[in-house]
């Protein structure tokens, strides 16, 4: 995770290089999560991953970790917008 950017293997083999949003650590859950977004698609899908120290990406699996996640993304947004304002 060099740069704000992350490359995505998926299980084809195909390599997506992706931009990084943002990283965060939760008390909640005591771990590390990344979003991003791929920059080659226009719908703007954010995916979220949770990482280790090694920076290994770990599927989010948890519907209480997804909510979490989402009002992380919410406030973020939110943030963004009152800078913008």
Do not use: R, W
């Not at 990283?23 to 005591?30: G, L, V």
């Not at 954010?46 to 909510?67: M, N, R, S, T, W």
């Amino acid at each position: 995770m060099e740069n704000n950017k992350i490359t995505i293997i998926e299980e084809d083999g195909k390599e997506t290089v992706m931009d990084i949003l943002f990283t965060f650590d939760s008390e909640e859950t005591d771990k590390s999560y990344v979003l991003f977004t791929n920059p080659e698609d226009e719908s703007g899908e954010v995916f979220a991953c949770q990482y280790d120290e090694e920076h290994k990406l770990i599927p989010i699996e948890d519907e209480g970790e997804y909510e979490m996640i989402e009002e992380v993304f919410n406030t973020f947004l939110q943030e963004l917008d009152d800078e913008e304002e």
